[in-house]
């Protein structure tokens, strides 16, 4: 090629080469119907633990005064006992589907590396931690009472009483999922913003009397506001997400 030649080829084009703009997209925040219908079945069912629990008043009834009377009271409310164990695991294996699902919802709409959704997801963790352990002697006591070659001691009956009168009522867990989803929603619009004040009474008032020395009080709000939270990700959600076109 001569001298003459080069001069006369165009110089390319760096329009056509690199991309003349530059584009960034912001995820869409996922669907929570499923998970959150998920929230909403756990919620209820901690409620039903939570009615269950106040059933099982052997341990506090005027009639039943030592452990002999407490646990021929406990021995006629195994229902109550049978509905405790089904609903608090109920709500404990949801649980997890939710902290995992909630945990993924805000993470597309928060800021990166923010703390809030792992915080959220721990405390419903929590939650389920205690669903779990709120029925752990359940099984042993119903199939105990009425075995003659495996009886129920007194002495033990006193002590699943006060068990499964406290600590299903340890929701205080959910109090601070509550409290990370309102900072998620109000701060950064990483949730309806409708469910962001519904989060930040009902989690502050949990998360409150869970740290408080009346913690059991925390078991009143604490399933609705996991029963709520679920409702608002699988009804509200959807109408929030943003439109594209």
């Known amino acids: 090629m001569t001298a003459i030649d080069a001069l006369a080829t165009p110089a390319p084009d760096p329009a056509a080469t690199t991309p003349s703009t530059t584009t960034t997209t912001r995820r869409t925040p996922r669907s929570g119907r499923l998970w959150g219908a998920s929230g909403a079945v756990a919620g209820l069912a901690g409620v039903v633990a939570i009615q269950s629990s ?33 609903s ?46 709120g029925s752990a002697f359940t099984t042993e006591t119903i199939f105990a009472i009425g075995d003659e070659e495996w009886p129920l001691t007194t002495e033990f009956a006193a002590v699943v009483a006060h068990w499964v009168g406290t600590v299903p009522w340890l929701w205080m867990g959910a109090g601070v999922t ?47 506001l996991v029963l709520l939270l679920g409702l608002g990700f699988a009804l509200g959600d959807r109408r929030d997400r943003p439109r594209h076109g």
């Open 88 to 133: 608090s695991m109920v709500a404990c294996v949801l649980l997890l589907v939710v902290a995992a699902g909630l945990r993924r919802r805000l993470q597309d709409q928060a800021p990166a590396g923010s703390l809030l959704p792992d915080v959220a997801a721990g405390g419903l963790l929590l939650t389920a931690v205690v669903a779990l352990m």
């Open 54 to 86: 106040l059933q099982v008043d052997a341990a506090y009834s005027e009639d039943a005064q030592g452990a002999e009377a407490i646990a021929d009271r406990l021995a006629d409310q195994v229902p109550q006992l049978v509905a405790l164990h089904v």
């Open 178 to 224: 509550g409290v990370a989803v309102a900072v998620a929603s109000l701060r950064h619009a990483a949730a309806p913003r409708w469910l962001g004040w519904v989060c930040a009474v009902l989690g502050g008032l949990t998360l409150v009397a869970g740290m408080s020395p009346m913690q059991y009080l925390a078991g009143m709000p604490g399933p609705v």
